[in-house]
């Protein structure tokens, strides 16, 4: 059976940037787990997408480690959080892009690929060099419903899909 490690593992209580447009960003802060719950239908309480909008496309967000190893290289500083990113969850071993559309389990939550996170110009600030919004193109992470709960944990777990 397929293998993903998870590297990380985000919840925000507020936008910083989603809804600030030509406003300062929000100071709301990332909080790290060991794990978090995945609620069917609403997301991982306590995020600032809980339970948002019925059926909405973004209640998990995923990000591809080596997506983040090549921004840190870009930005020239290899201290760069990976919350900077503001996605959930950061994984490998698994191609993202091809999941929009599909139907996938991590873990034990089965979730559905939606769309593409699309990156913006915040990205250039959040990572603190210009380009970075370019140079994510396409490769900004995944949006996902969450079909069937479970809970997601650092380290090596199931991908089926």
């Not at 996170?117 to 915040?122: F, L, T």
Request: proline share 6%; aromatic share 8%.
């Amino acid at each position: 059976m397929p293998r993903a490690v998870i590297h990380a593992l985000y919840t925000s209580p507020g936008h910083n940037y989603f809804g600030h447009h030509e406003k300062p960003p929000g100071e709301h802060p990332v909080v790290e787990h060991d794990s978090v719950e995945l609620i069917a239908g609403k997301g991982i309480p306590g995020d600032r997408f809980f339970d948002w909008k019925d059926d909405y496309k973004g209640q998990l967000t995923l990000i591809d480690r080596g997506v983040i190893d090549d921004i840190r290289r870009h930005a020239e500083n290899p201290d760069l959080p990976a919350s900077a990113f503001r996605r959930n969850v950061v994984v490998s071993g698994i191609d993202l892009n091809r999941l929009v559309g599909r139907v996938f389990r991590l873990g034990d939550a089965l979730l559905e690929g939606t769309q593409k996170c699309a990156p913006c110009y915040w990205m250039d600030r959040a990572c603190g060099k210009e380009g970075t919004e370019k140079l994510m193109h396409d490769r900004g992470g995944l949006r996902c419903r969450i079909l069937e709960g479970g809970t997601l944990q650092l380290g090596e777990t199931v991908f089926e899909g």
